[in-house]
């Protein structure tokens, strides 16, 4: 039997991170959704251990066709070879990550910058970009010390669009959001982030009773 491959990104640059705590809670019952396989977690601590920036042969390499770039850049693209190795891999892509501003953080946009490639994980067609990569579940765990995600809105909201814009035209369309916002706003924001999770953790067990442990 095939080992269940899970792709953690932790995404904030704060060492004790709400949205760390948050998914560190809901990870048990996201590994029980395949039992009995052997379980293969792949951790990026892209937070605290950032990502290079983009070089100016990475964005050369992306001018050209996939064969051309890797010929005169190969060098240059072995970070995003290796991203996107783990993207492959994975049956379920779990995101841990705070909202800075409105959107991702940069150690995500990084990331991002560096997976979304043209004849990689998507290729340009004359009625738009199709994904390369076949879909399979995204768990995004998400905190912000704003009123994010409100009705209405208190603030802008360019996190969740965005983010389904970017992995889904890698072909990754089965995203969902654990969330825990308005933390400013908490007298106790760290039991606010255990209740989100004890929420979401609830609704799973309703709707999956025979998996979630």
Known sequence: MTPYEILLLECSPRRSATSTRLVQQILPTLKARAPGRELRLTQRPIGTHPLPPLSAEYAESLLLSPEEGRARYGEALEVSDTLVDDLRRADL????????????????????????????????????KVGLLPDRPVVVAVTSGGAMFRDPPLQPDFFRPYLRAALGVMGLKSVSF????????????????????????????????????
Not at 102 to 121: E, H, S
């Open 178 to 213: 654990v969330q825990a916002t308005g933390l400013a706003f908490e007298a106790d924001p760290l039991q606010a982030v255990d209740a989100a999770a004890g929420a979401w953790l609830a609704a799973e067990r309703q709707a999956n009773p025979g998996v979630a442990p």
């Open 93 to 128: 892509v779990l995101i841990a990550t705070p909202v800075h501003n409105f959107t991702v953080p940069a150690a995500l946009k990084t990331w991002i910058d560096y997976v979304v490639r043209r004849g990689v994980t998507f290729e340009t067609t004359s009625t738009g």
